[in-house]
């Protein structure tokens, strides 16, 4: 397994465009690239759907679908199993993760072996503990129980502002903060950052690049 998590940005803007050329390495025109959109609101299905499509279809990409809710949870399973990269977008990560195990795809994404691209909320829920810090959405900061596929956690769209509330958390936990434009790539526990990520330690900050 891999995973790519995805701070934020605009992709259309290229914003993104240093996250996709890396993730050519690992993603060929033949890749199958299923959408899970279950953090995010109905409403937003076809702007995620057009964002991802741009994104990949610009590195040679064509087979993108999206995960249909009305499937059966066996349906989706098999959906899972048929594809080589899960993108999952951004939105509420606790909307996400209910989601997931009201579906039944927890453990099918465990023991998926192939690319898994998280955006904002969608790269929160990989981390076994899910940090979403307070803002406009969130009166208090949570941490919530997440897919435990890395051990670490992240903060996405970070810009400096929450470190007040980052720092006490990182004496349990690793934490790296991920700007819009930037990424941590994830394989084998060697991490690698795609462009300036922060990382939290013992309550200290240091940049990584």
Same mark, same amino acid.
Not at 15 to 31: F, H, P
Not at 118 to 132: E, K, Q, R, T
Not at 159 to 185: H, K, M, W
């Given at each position: 397994? %891999?995973?790519?998590?995805?701070?934020?940005?605009?992709?259309?803007?290229?914003?993104?465009?240093?996250?996709?050329?890396?993730?050519?390495?690992?993603?060929? @025109?033949?890749?199958?690239?299923?959408?899970?959109?279950?953090?995010?609101?109905?409403?937003?299905?076809? %702007?995620?759907?057009?964002?991802?499509?741009?994104?990949?279809?610009?590195?040679?990409?064509? $087979?993108?679908?999206?995960?249909?809710?009305?499937?059966?949870?066996?349906?989706?399973?098999?959906?899972?199993?048929? $594809?080589?990269?899960?993108?999952?977008?951004?939105?509420?990560?606790?909307?996400?993760?209910?989601?997931?195990?009201?579906?039944?795809?927890?453990?099918? &994404?465990?023991?998926?072996?192939?690319?898994?691209?998280?955006?904002?909320?969608?790269?929160?829920?990989?981390?076994?503990?899910?940090?979403?810090?307070?803002? !406009?959405?969130?009166?208090?900061? @949570?941490?919530?129980?997440?897919?435990?596929?890395?051990?670490?956690?992240?903060?996405?769209?970070?810009?400096?502002?929450?470190?007040? !509330?980052?720092?006490?958390?990182?004496?349990?936990?690793?934490?790296?903060? &991920?700007?819009?434009?930037?990424?941590?790539?994830?394989?084998?526990?060697?991490?690698?950052? &795609?462009?300036?990520?922060?990382?939290? $330690?013992? %309550?200290?900050?240091?940049?990584?690049?």
């Amino acid at each position: 397994m %891999r995973i790519c998590f995805i701070g934020g940005g605009n992709p259309l803007g290229g914003e993104l465009d240093d996250v996709m050329n890396y993730l050519t390495k690992y993603v060929g @025109l033949k890749s199958k690239i299923l959408i899970i959109p279950f953090a995010t609101d109905e409403s937003r299905l076809d %702007r995620w759907f057009n964002s991802v499509k741009t994104s990949f279809e610009d590195i040679g990409v064509n $087979h993108i679908r999206l995960l249909d809710y009305g499937l059966t949870n066996q349906e989706m399973q098999n959906e899972i199993k048929e $594809h080589n990269v899960l993108y999952f977008t951004g939105g509420r990560p606790e909307k996400l993760m209910a989601n997931l195990k009201e579906k039944e795809l927890v453990q099918a &994404i465990k023991d998926f072996s192939g690319l898994l691209v998280g955006v904002s909320a969608g790269a929160l829920a990989f981390s076994n503990d899910c940090i979403i810090t307070k803002d !406009e959405d969130y009166p208090e900061t @949570l941490v919530i129980k997440g897919l435990g596929l890395v051990d670490f956690s992240v903060e996405v769209h970070y810009d400096g502002t929450v470190d007040v !509330e980052l720092i006490p958390l990182s004496d349990q936990r690793d934490i790296y903060g &991920i700007p819009n434009g930037c990424a941590l790539f994830w394989e084998a526990e060697v991490i690698t950052p &795609i462009n300036s990520v922060f990382h939290f $330690h013992r %309550r200290s900050r240091e940049i990584i690049e």
